[in-house]
């Protein structure tokens, strides 16, 4: 998977273009295709949250990255003046953020479906230790793969 996304733009990469308020130019999104609706999905809150609320001066993420099976979202606020409502929203993100996440351990991150039932746990890749999330046939396809590196 790493190879491929260095001489092809990846799905998820992409929407750094679509969101240029909330990404620095050079930012890298180090995680799989199958979370790019997730991702998204922080990016369309918060720039809600940018464009609607008065307060806010400017969210930058900071990182956006895979970490022991599950989406993890980091980002920098800044706003105009400190009140309570700051506070608030602040908060706000944060809890919105950790839902994102908690609910990435349920969706592969390679093809973006909901895990089966199956497999309920983050599982390890193939040949290595990495705990990843994964539906079955990614897994399958995964296992394959590393079976026949294995075999050359
Ligand atoms: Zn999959």
Same mark, same amino acid.
């Given at each position: *998977?790493?190879?491929?996304?260095?001489?092809?733009?990846?799905?998820?990469?992409?929407?750094?273009?679509?969101?240029?308020?909330?990404?620095?130019?050079? $930012?890298?999104?180090?995680?799989?295709?199958?979370?790019?609706?997730?991702?998204?999905?922080?990016?369309?809150?918060?720039? *809600?949250?940018?464009?609607?609320?008065?307060?806010?001066?400017?969210?930058?993420?900071?990182?956006?990255?895979?970490? $022991?099976?599950?989406?993890?979202?980091? $980002?920098?606020?800044?706003?105009?003046?400190?009140?309570?409502?700051?506070?608030?929203?602040?908060?706000?993100?944060?809890?919105?953020? $950790?839902?994102?996440?908690?609910?990435?351990?349920?969706?592969?991150?390679?093809?973006?479906? *909901?895990?089966?039932?199956?497999?309920?746990?983050?599982?390890?890749?193939?040949?290595?230790?990495?705990?990843?999330? *994964?539906?079955?046939?990614?897994?399958?396809?995964?296992?394959?793969?590393?079976?026949?590196?294995?075999?050359?």
């Amino acid at each position: *998977m790493k190879h491929i996304t260095k001489t092809q733009p990846s799905k998820i990469q992409g929407i750094v273009k679509e969101f240029p308020t909330l990404f620095d130019q050079a $930012f890298s999104i180090d995680c799989g295709d199958g979370w790019a609706e997730l991702v998204r999905l922080v990016c369309k809150y918060f720039q *809600m949250n940018v464009d609607g609320k008065q307060e806010v001066k400017e969210i930058k993420f900071s990182q956006i990255k895979e970490k $022991f099976g599950f989406l993890r979202v980091y $980002f920098n606020i800044s706003f105009h003046k400190d009140t309570k409502d700051t506070q608030n929203t602040y908060e706000r993100m944060h809890m919105f953020i $950790f839902a994102i996440e908690n609910i990435s351990g349920l969706v592969c991150e390679t093809c973006g479906i *909901m895990k089966t039932a199956k497999k309920n746990v983050q599982i390890r890749t193939p040949g290595s230790f990495w705990k990843k999330t *994964m539906c079955d046939k990614c897994f399958e396809k995964a296992e394959k793969a590393y079976k026949k590196r294995m075999k050359d």
